[in-house]
């Protein structure tokens, strides 16, 4: 649930394009379309992509919202072109009736949005669902999370990812040394994993699934640094920054469980195993250790915010499974579309800018301000940084 920002997207995955509008964001924040551009770009490598990001170079124009390269507080609008709109307009996707029919898809995919979608909206042809449930959605809320970052980079919050399984090849998720370099190592991984050993198994894997025409999916990390104490609250169930990351994380498509800190492993261990110690460190206090992952009763402790998310196989399958025709009734193999073997890489940029507007709101929350310097003034004045 947010608090102090808004946004909304809207478009399909084969229509005109995509457009987003982010409001209640500060003025005076140095934003540019280059910046933007450069998360659109991360989210579209990755091993295990499909054809589709082949075609697509995002690139998100600015509508409003922004001159002369800062934020005017009013709300940002932004434009995301779909290059394949050309191959779509006149027929499939047209806005008024085309001239000859376009045959229905009525092959539900198990594990999409397709049949329960179908059911209700009343709908006899599936495109109706999954041109708005496809992921292309979140390309849009990338470049509205990329203007976050813009906003917490200024105060010095920084957001990382990395992927720490694919299927059952699993990398160490205990990563400790944040620096500037981290997304520029994960990027530099045709996996976004850290340990090259390991992300040479997980490529290996993904060859082998795409080649039996199955997908597989995996887990991710999302981590931010620099995240003052108090944002979030545990007043309020609403207002628990877990909770909201969590609520966040898991309405990007295809995510099956989010975890804060050492999450499901905590299940298994003793207190004194999970809970981090504190001790005085001169005149500062601290914790030994970040097992809960930056986050204590619902706030930010200081610590950086760790949030592990997995993400089940992508539904659409070369080799389709079972499925029955909406309107015929008889059995057939479920509708085969352009698809992805593999998206975690891509899934885990999604998942720092859906970090990346949650940070927004809960720090607009507690600081308060309409414009960054105002912002600035009160987080110094509260000495909380
Ligand atoms: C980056 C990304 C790419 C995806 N690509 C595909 C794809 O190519 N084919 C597909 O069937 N599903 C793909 N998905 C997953 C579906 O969008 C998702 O499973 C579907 O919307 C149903 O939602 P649910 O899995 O959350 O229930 C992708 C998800 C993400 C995050």
């Keep these: 649930m947010l608090h102090k920002i808004n946004f909304l ?3 399909e995955s084969h229509g005109k394009g995509l457009s987003g509008i982010l409001e209640g964001f500060p003025a005076g924040v140095p934003l540019s379309e280059a910046f933007i551009a450069a998360d659109l770009a991360r ?9 589709r990001m082949k075609i697509e170079t995002d690139y998100a ?5 922004v001159r002369h390269g800062k934020t005017l507080g009013s709300p940002i609008g932004l434009w995301i072109e779909n290059r394949d709109w050309e191959n779509w307009k006149a027929d499939r996707m047209s806005h008024t009736t085309p001239l000859e029919p376009v045959p229905e898809v009525t092959l539900p995919r198990p594990g999409h949005a397709d049949l329960a979608g179908m059911q209700k909206f009343g709908f006899t042809d599936l495109r109706n669902v999954l041109e708005r449930s496809s992921a292309r959605e979140t390309a849009m809320r990338v470049a509205l999370g990329a203007v976050c970052r813009a906003f917490l980079k200024e105060l010095g919050v920084e957001i990382f990812s990395h992927v720490i399984q694919i299927g059952p090849v699993k990398a160490s998720n205990t990563l400790t040394n944040l620096n500037a370099d981290t997304n520029a190592c994960a990027d530099a991984s045709a996996v976004r994993c850290l340990d090259e050993g390991v992300a040479q198994k997980m490529i290996a894997h993904i060859d082998e699934t795409r080649k039996s025409g199955d997908s597989i999916g995996g887990v991710f990390e999302v981590l931010a640094s620099g995240v003052p104490v108090g944002l979030g609250s545990y007043t309020h169930w609403d207002r628990k920054l877990d909770a909201r990351l969590a609520s966040a994380m898991m309405s990007i498509n295809a995510m099956k469980s989010v975890s804060i800190g050492d999450g499901l492993d905590v299940a298994e261990a003793s207190g004194s195993q999970v809970h981090d110690e504190i001790v005085k460190d001169g005149e500062n206090i601290r914790r ?5 992952g930056g986050i204590e009763g619902g706030m930010s402790n200081g610590e950086p915010i760790r949030a592990q998310v997995t993400m089940k196989p992508i539904p659409t399958l070369a080799k389709p499974l079972r499925s029955v025709d909406i309107k015929t009734r008889q059995p057939g193999s479920a509708h085969k579309e352009r698809t992805d073997a593999c998206a975690v890489p891509a899934a885990s940029v999604i998942g720092e800018a859906m970090m990346a507007l949650i940070l927004t709101d809960a720090l607009l929350e507690k600081f308060g301000g309409d414009s960054l310097d105002q912002i600035k003034a009160h987080i110094k004045a509260s000495g909380v940084f």
């Design 43 to 51: 989210r579209q490598m990755g091993h295990g992509r499909g054809g």
């Design 9 to 11: 997207t809207a478009g």
């Design 61 to 65: 124009e600015i509508l409003s919202g």
């Design 288 to 292: 030994t250790t970040n097992h809960a």
